[in-house]
């Protein structure tokens, strides 16, 4: 399929999005050291929905992130950042009495970080169903949500019950990354949560340490089992991500495939997923066999590991090769 292009309106009528998402992307603060010691700090966004809108935008597809901010300047940058990258960002809104989240990534030691949140009462922990009507009414052909989103309170989860039922009726694809925050809330109230959702899930993608979470933990370790629930369940595919050793991807129709992780020095791992996820919906956007789609999603996420920040790094189409080329060459 030929590389669509990242232009979001034809002949001034809008296109249906490749993809579309939402959930909260906050203005990120990551430090170069330990804040105790006064480290500097730089200014940037991040959030896993918009990563993947990014890392898809990058890859020529066309992505549409519906999230919910507040009236200020982290909104500016964010919406500013988000444009530019080529996401489309017309069906995001403003909640004028909540601020956007944020969050403060320092450094401790070697490549040990730590998170704080500040997304208590936020624009985004306050979006609603019917904030997404536009973006839904616009049209997609794939719809993309994380557990993350079910995470940030009633409202959210709501709404992303909402957005699958209405993908769902439609026929659109629907895609789940688990994405489990345990400072958010606990592995218990996500599977309260997430599993109830598994009839309107198309694909499923979890870390292997995530699956007893959506499919159900009875005490053993048993993936395949896991793996079977979620595919008795109505899941077309299960993708597990297993971070330093590759991913696997199982497919209703019987198949399995592994894909060793691609070799590269590890700058930072956050985001990882998000470039993984990003780079899998690329493929399935671009009609790929199932190989190939665990092939570019295992890419992007050595792009985004061998490289400083959440999304940063992130490979353009032409830039998928890249990784082939040997240590230390310069590509004139």
């Not at 309107?200 to 159900?216: C, K, M, T």
């Not at 061998?306 to 998928?320: F, I, K, N």
């Given at each position: 399929m030929k590389p669509r292009a990242a232009a979001q309106v034809s002949a001034g009528k809008a296109v249906a999005a490749d993809v579309l998402t939402f959930g909260e992307t906050m203005l990120s603060l990551q430090t170069a050291g330990p804040v105790a010691?006064?480290?500097?700090a730089r200014t940037t966004?991040?959030?896993?929905?918009?990563?993947?809108?990014?890392?898809?935008?990058?890859?020529?597809?066309?992505?549409?992130?519906?999230?919910r901010l507040g009236a200020d300047e982290p909104a500016r940058l964010i919406l500013r950042t988000l444009r530019g990258e080529g996401v489309d960002v017309r069906h995001a809104t403003t909640d004028p009495d909540a601020p956007t989240g944020s969050m403060l990534r320092e450094r401790l030691v070697a490549d040990v970080a730590r998170v704080h949140y500040w997304r208590t009462g936020s624009a985004a922990s306050r979006q609603r169903p019917e904030h997404l009507t536009e973006a839904l009414t616009a049209g997609a052909r794939v719809l993309h949500v994380t557990g993350i989103t079910c995470a940030l309170g009633p409202d959210p989860r709501a709404a992303v019950a909402a957005a699958v039922g209405h993908a769902r009726e439609r026929g659109w694809t629907v895609v789940l990354d688990v994405n489990h925050r345990a400072r958010l809330w606990s592995r218990e109230q996500a599977a309260q949560v997430l599993r109830p959702l598994l009839g309107?899930?198309?694909?499923?993608?979890?870390?292997?340490?995530?699956?007893?979470?959506?499919?159900?933990d009875d005490g053993t370790d048993d993936e395949e089992a896991r793996v079977a629930q979620l595919l008795a369940a109505g899941a077309r595919e299960v993708v597990v991500k297993r971070g330093r050793d590759g991913a696997e991807l199982y497919g209703s129709d019987g198949h399995r495939i592994r894909r060793p992780a691609h070799p590269v020095p590890v700058v930072d791992t956050v985001g990882a997923g998000d470039a993984f996820c990003a780079g899998y919906l690329s493929g399935l956007l671009d009609g790929l066999p199932p190989a190939e789609r665990l092939r570019r999603a295992c890419?992007?996420?050595?792009?985004?590991?061998?490289?400083?920040?959440?999304?940063?790094?992130?490979?353009?189409?032409?830039?998928?090769?890249?990784?082939?080329?040997?240590p230390g060459s310069a590509i004139r």
């Open positions: 010691v006064g480290a500097p966004l991040a959030g896993a929905e918009s990563n993947v809108a990014i890392g898809l935008a990058r890859l020529g597809h066309r992505v549409s992130w519906a999230g309107g899930i198309d694909v499923v993608i979890a870390s292997d340490d995530e699956l007893p979470l959506i499919a159900g890419t992007t996420g050595a792009f985004a590991v061998a490289t400083a920040g959440d999304w940063e790094g992130l490979p353009h189409r032409d830039e998928l090769t890249l990784l082939n080329a040997p």
